[in-house]
Antibody, heavy 126, light 108 residues
Framework: QVQLQESGPGLVKPSQTLSLTCTVS??????????WSWIRQPAGKGLEWIGR???????NYNPSLKSRVTISVDTSKNQFSLKLSSVTAADTAVYYC??????????????????WGKGTTVTVSS | DIQMTQSPSSLSASVGDRVTITCRAS??????LNWYQQKPGKAPKLLIY???SLQSGVPSRFSGSGSGTDFTLTISSLQPEDFATYYC??????????FGPGTKVDIK
């Protein structure tokens, strides 16, 4: 059973770069046709999709964050990572990593996030 | 961007009640709609994908319906463990997944 675990600093200073890693266990990050995604949630608020990566390295980012976000993958370590630059207090949130799976149905391919990490809280403060 | 709205934003219900939550997309998304349940301090959990397909291991009291712009999540008989916040999410735009603002279900 695949499990995901986020790790990284819980406190980041304003204007610096937030760096998080998601470690995949119980399966290879390269097996199957999965994307790997980051999502965040400010305290008491809703979910915001940050972006995703395929094991080939191709990425898609939320346009609202695109200029500051980089998602990368290290298949040798079974990990993928998030970097968010020039952070402000508005980037304070719980950050989740998730697996994006897909399934064919009625001639279409449907994507959904079926495995999530437990989340890690990142606070931006001096 | 495809905007998602949910109604109501919150509701109070009793154990055994039938609960219905509505999600609406700003444009047609066919059946590219997923539902998640989130309990306080926990990660979201996938309940329904492709509008009406029940994720493995999810109780059959959960069901989803709809297509185009209007979707519904129904809990046929609310159980104590179902008190949570529910989010819809569209996957029609594969370049930008978006979530609804959530519906909080609490105890009446």
């Amino acid at each position: 059973q695949v499990q995901l675990q986020e790790s990284g600093p819980g406190l980041v200073k304003p204007s610096q770069t937030l760096s998080l890693t998601c470690t995949v266990s119980g399966g290879s990050i390269s097996s199957g046709s999965y994307y790997w995604s980051w999502i965040r949630q400010p305290a008491g608020k809703g979910l915001e999709w940050i972006g995703r990566i395929y094991t080939s390295g191709s990425t898609n980012y939320n346009p609202s964050l695109k200029s500051r976000v980089t998602i990368s993958v290290d298949t040798s370590k079974n990990q993928f990572s998030l970097k968010l630059s020039s952070v402000t207090a508005a980037d304070t949130a719980v950050y989740y990593c998730a697996r994006v799976s897909g399934k064919y149905g009625s001639g279409n391919y449907y994507y959904y996030m079926d495995v999530w990490g437990k989340g890690t809280t990142v606070t931006v403060s001096s | 961007d495809i905007q998602m709205t949910q109604s109501p934003s919150s509701l109070s219900a009793s154990v055994g009640d039938r609960v219905t939550i509505t999600c609406r997309a700003s444009q047609s998304i066919s059946s590219y709609l997923n539902w998640y349940q989130q309990k306080p301090g926990k990660a979201p959990k996938l309940l329904i994908y492709a509008a009406s397909s029940l994720q493995s291991g999810v109780p059959s009291r959960f069901s989803g319906s709809g297509s185009g712009t209007d979707f519904t999540l129904t809990i046929s008989s609310l159980q104590p463990e179902d008190f949570a916040t529910y989010y819809c999410q569209q996957s029609y735009s594969t370049l930008l997944f978006t979530f609804g603002p959530g519906t909080k279900v609490d105890i009446k």
